[in-house]
């Protein structure tokens, strides 16, 4: 099913939380709880932009175990195809928006004796819940935390005061201050886990110096804010929709199809979860593969495409949808 169940929702509070990040409290349109969720879970926020409809995955921040309602942040990104710049601008409280119901992608392993979360920028929002379920459990942590400023980052005040200065770590570019990757990453205990949620520079370098570190794979976690990537429009050939749809240069093929009608699955949105998988049928051309979700090898056959974010440049794309 495409996201799963929705979910009415109001936004009952906005704050402004550093410059170009906002915080919106969304409470249930009924006045029920909320879905409980595990940290590290995100919803699917649809808005209605003035009849163009947006859908974009955002962190539940909030404490999990709190049903009264979720919180997300979001940052004003520049180059906004609208969705950050609706909910900053035109997003009131009182406001109805639907959300989807939480999916994790970025689980914090129980398993776990010690747990290092790196954040840059924005990346802080899962580690927020995850930080609150870790202490409710007395599971022992440490939040490393990277910003461009003092200004510019959100929370770190609170945390530290919530948290204590030896597990909340904060460094701020603007300062000449450096996350130092590497040292962390060697000589931790064993049975430690790392996480890493920021911009992608910053992820790729943490999961290749755990590699160097000889860090098990399946001790390392990420999670990318991946989006659609603009690009030339192109043509997608529906073949069992018997349709061809435009996808245009600020779209993704997903949402070429869904304005179209057509109802394709998805639970990411952000070429993670695997849930857009679609066949390639014919392709003339070159598949721009931009999600983390298939090997190199099946992006090198050409085969497989994850509709969500990535695009074509060609003559002739057929897909089996
Ligand atoms: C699982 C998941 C969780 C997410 N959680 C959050 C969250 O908690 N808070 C949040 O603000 N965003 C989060 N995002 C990103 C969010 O979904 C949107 O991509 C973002 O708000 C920008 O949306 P937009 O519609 O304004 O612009 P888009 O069209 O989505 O993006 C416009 C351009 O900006 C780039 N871009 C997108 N996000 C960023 C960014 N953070 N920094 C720099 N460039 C960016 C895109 O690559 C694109 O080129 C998450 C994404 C995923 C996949
Ligand atoms: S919807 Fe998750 S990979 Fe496309």
Not at 27 to 46: C, K, M, N
């Amino acid at each position: 099913m495409s996201g799963g169940l929705a979910i009415a929702v109001r936004v009952s509070r906005i704050d402004t939380v550093a410059a170009n990040i906002k915080r919106f409290r969304l409470v249930r349109h009924d006045g029920e709880p909320l879905p409980v969720f595990s940290a590290g879970a995100h919803v699917i926020v649809t808005m209605d932009d003035d009849g163009h409809r947006r859908r974009n995955p955002y962190s539940l921040m909030s404490a999990p175990h709190d049903t009264s309602g979720y919180d997300i942040s979001v940052l004003r990104v520049a180059e906004s195809r609208g969705g950050s710049a609706f909910l900053h601008e035109k997003l009131r409280e009182g406001d109805a928006l639907t959300i989807s119901h939480p999916v994790n992608l970025f689980h914090a392993d129980k398993r776990g004796r010690k747990h290092i979360l790196l954040a840059g920028g924005i990346g802080i929002t899962p580690f927020l819940a995850m930080m609150a379920e870790f202490d409710r459990a007395n599971v022992a942590f440490e939040l490393h935390y990277a910003m461009r400023s003092r200004e510019h980052g959100a929370y770190w005040q609170e945390l530290v005061e919530r948290y204590g200065a030896h597990r909340v770590k904060l460094y701020f570019s603007a300062e000449n201050d450096v996350l130092p990757v590497a040292s962390l990453l060697h000589n931790q205990p064993l049975g430690t886990h790392a996480y890493v949620c920021g911009p992608d520079r910053m992820t790729d370098f943490v999961l290749r110096t755990a590699r160097e570190c000889g860090w098990p794979k399946s001790n390392v976690h990420s999670e990318r804010f991946l989006a659609p990537i603009s690009g030339k429009a192109f043509d997608a050939e529906l073949l069992r929709s018997g349709i061809v749809v435009r996808v245009g240069d600020h779209e993704s093929i997903l949402e070429a199809v869904e304005a179209a009608g057509i109802d394709a699955p998805y639970m990411c949105r952000g070429g993670a979860c695997g849930q857009c998988e679609t066949a390639v049928v014919a392709c003339n051309g070159v598949l721009a593969h931009h999600d983390v979700y298939l090997s190199e090898e099946e992006k090198a056959s050409g085969r497989k495409v994850m509709i969500c974010v990535s695009r074509f440049d060609g003559t002739k794309l057929s897909l089996d949808l």
